[in-house]
């Protein structure tokens, strides 16, 4: 049997509790640590999940135990100086997104962990959910022929202040908290973007930043997509956290339709796919296909640490993703369209 890779986990919060969860579910992996400056969630993670260390302080985590990896589900204005001391230490990182509060900050990031030698992989979920993988492989069938045109909307009016208060009161909200998600999906399913055209609004009010924007890409390989998103839609069904949209090639049409169906209608006519879930038993609606996608992303990382490949989402390659979101919020600011800078 293959060695369990021992990891940490810093950073017991909100979003951690599915992190913990997916580590659980990996035979090949033991947390053997958690460590968070609130000791009382250091401890309530430790008993819930039989973890043995604590840790209030990530210096001593890295000086006291030898790990294989360290995972760092916290707000991205603490991740350059975690993942810098686990560099130091030479631990493998996985972060959460947002990877950090600016580009310039994702540059010097991803350059430590070269000058490291250390991988280094941003947790972006979104495109290891079931239905994001099943897309790419229609897609790679060849069956919509050329593609042409994509849209990404996800719209809900879920009380996210609730989990996330932190959220109220930042100056880039919406699309730095999940526009991130659509500008990685776009690549991963689109390909590479050359142009970005963004407008922004705050529906919401007394929040700091943007609770809503939509963003028109062009995409060097000839498709123009469309990512709307909205933390302000009154909608019956609320259809949160799901993804809808639809792809068009020169050969047929994908339709992304609620709870995770699929209508393709190509040469050969019209089927309907109906993606399942994992069937994971500490998931729960309306979080399950985001839960199962925590665990996927958990998975590639520790493979692409095993087999020494880069992760699809390396810290390298998600500077192509923050360089899109800086466009982004320069479009919206400038009314302009935006060639973003090439970065991967
Ligand atoms: P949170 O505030 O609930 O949790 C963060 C935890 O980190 C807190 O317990 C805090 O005490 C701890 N912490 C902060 N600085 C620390 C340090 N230096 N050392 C140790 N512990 C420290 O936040 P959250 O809502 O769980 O969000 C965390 C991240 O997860 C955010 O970046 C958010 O965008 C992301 N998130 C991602 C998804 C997704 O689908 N991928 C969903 C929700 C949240
Ligand atoms: O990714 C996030 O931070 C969350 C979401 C609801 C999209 O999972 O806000």
Not at 74 to 97: D, R
Not at 140 to 149: A, I, M, N, P, V
Not at 185 to 209: H, M, N, P, S, Y
Not at 284 to 291: D, G, K, L, N, Y
């Amino acid at each position: 049997m293959t060695a369990r890779l021992k990891g940490a986990v810093i950073g017991c919060g909100f979003f951690a509790q599915n992190h913990l969860h997916g580590w659980a579910d990996l035979d090949d992996v033991e947390i053997v640590a958690v460590c968070d400056v609130d000791e009382a969630k250091a401890r309530a993670a430790a008993e819930k999940f039989g973890i043995t260390r604590v840790y209030t302080s990530a210096k001593t985590l890295f000086a006291t135990e030898a790990l294989g990896f360290v995972d760092i589900p916290t707000t991205m204005e603490t991740h350059e100086a975690l993942a810098g001391l686990a560099f130091a230490h030479g631990v493998p990182v996985i972060l959460q997104k947002p990877f950090a509060p600016d580009l310039d900050a994702c540059r010097r990031i991803v350059a430590a962990a070269a000058a490291a030698n250390v991988p280094l992989m941003i947790h972006e979920d979104f495109r290891f959910q079931n239905l994001s993988r099943t897309v790419r492989k229609i897609l790679d069938s060849g069956e919509l022929g050329r593609l042409t045109f994509g849209r990404l909307s996800w719209r809900t009016g879920i009380d996210v202040y609730s989990n996330q208060p932190y959220l109220a009161n930042v100056k880039r909200f919406m699309i730095m908290d999940v526009g991130i998600h659509l500008l990685d999906l776009a690549r991963f399913l689109f390909g590479e973007a050359d142009g970005v055209f963004c407008r922004t609004q705050q529906i919401k009010e007394g929040i700091a930043g943007e609770d809503a924007a939509t963003i028109l890409l062009s995409h060097e390989q000839g498709a123009t997509s469309i990512l709307d998103f909205s933390y302000a839609t009154r909608r019956d069904p609320d259809p949160f956290p799901q993804t809808l949209g639809e792809i068009e090639g020169t050969e047929g049409t994908l339709v992304i339709g609620a709870d995770q169906v699929l209508t393709v209608h190509g040469k050969g006519g019209t089927r309907r796919i109906a993606v399942p879930q994992d069937g994971r038993a500490w998931t729960r609606e309306p979080w399950t296909q985001i839960q199962d996608s925590v665990v996927h992303t958990q998975r590639h990382f520790i493979d692409s640490l095993r087999s020494g490949v880069e992760p699809e989402t390396s810290g390298r390659d998600s500077l192509a993703t923050y360089a899109l979101l800086e466009a982004a919020y320069l479009s919206a600011a400038s009314g302009r369209l935006i060639h973003p800078e090439r970065l991967v």
